[in-house]
């Protein structure tokens, strides 16, 4: 229900209409640029599929097929493995290697919206290079989709993307083929983001993401119709609005997903419901009783491999996006 200010006694109609009309200019301000209440207050977050695909080992980077039903994600502390998991009857079944991963470091799987395409980076050498020996940087690579849960031969993405010696991490990409992701460049001062549109055939030149606010941007996570940009900026997850073609100021999300913990990793599912994100958080959901004994041998090994041992897990919480952001 709409709330009607009073006006003030003593104030004439147009002071009183220069009252409300600040008022309203504040509001918008506010919406636009400030924070909203984009994650409830009060709420967890809750481990995805725990004991599935959230385990004691390391996970990240969450990416959805578009029925929703089959979930890409990275595990593997030295040797980056990208896994897949499919639901039947409201549960995810255990995970398998993709098929065109678990050979060298695979990592940040990012399924298109229309699933056509896996992007992901890896390592792993390019044809006119031995076979058997891996690159000293990660590069983008994509693979298209064949039959299932089955994806054709990878193939690297051209020069302009991949620079020579550089790596490039978290390829995110919109519905009409806009290529986000992000990348360390000496000329610039810690993780930026770019993007390049695609033009048909082709990719154009690269260009540097800008948000207010931040000084860093990393795992870009752009929406399918790119009017939002959910990102990393040091330990915390914020999102952008697109503002008449413009990227407004950056919001930080509440303490229930930014709680000092290192996170990364952002993924909202296609619904704009829900925002999916891996952190090493254990604040809130385990700790030590002090009042019990001193904890022996056994029992340190069961908590070493519990959930919550300070490896990644993937977590999640609802969200709720201004209704301008295109989600339904």
Sequence with gaps: MK???PVKEGLNASTAAGYLILIALCAIYSFSYGQTNIIDTGIMPQVFA???ISTPYSEWSTSFTPDGQTVYSSQGS???TI???KQQNGKWMPPQVASFSGKFRDTDPFVTPDGKKIFFISNRPPKDK???KAQQVEHIWYANHLTDDDWDTPQLLDSAINLTGIGNYAPSVSAKGTLFYCSRRKELTGMQSFYTKWLGNHYDKPQQLIIPGVSEIQDPFIAPDESYLAFLSGNDIYISFKQNNNWGQAQKLGAAVNNGDANSSPCISADGKTLYYSSNRIQGFYKRDPKKPALNYDEL???NNSLFNSQ????MIPIHLPQ????K
Excluded: C
Excluded at 312 to 315: C, D, E, P, R, V
Excluded at 324 to 327: C, D, K, M, P, W
């Design 312 to 315: 990644g897990n993937i977590l």
């Design 83 to 85: 896994i897949f998991s």
């Design 78 to 80: 030295i040797y980056w």
């Design 3 to 5: 709330r009607i200010l």
């Design 324 to 327: 301008h952001s295109g989600n």
């Design 50 to 52: 725990p004991g599935v």
């Design 130 to 132: 031995p076979q058997d």
């Design 301 to 303: 090994v069961k908590e």
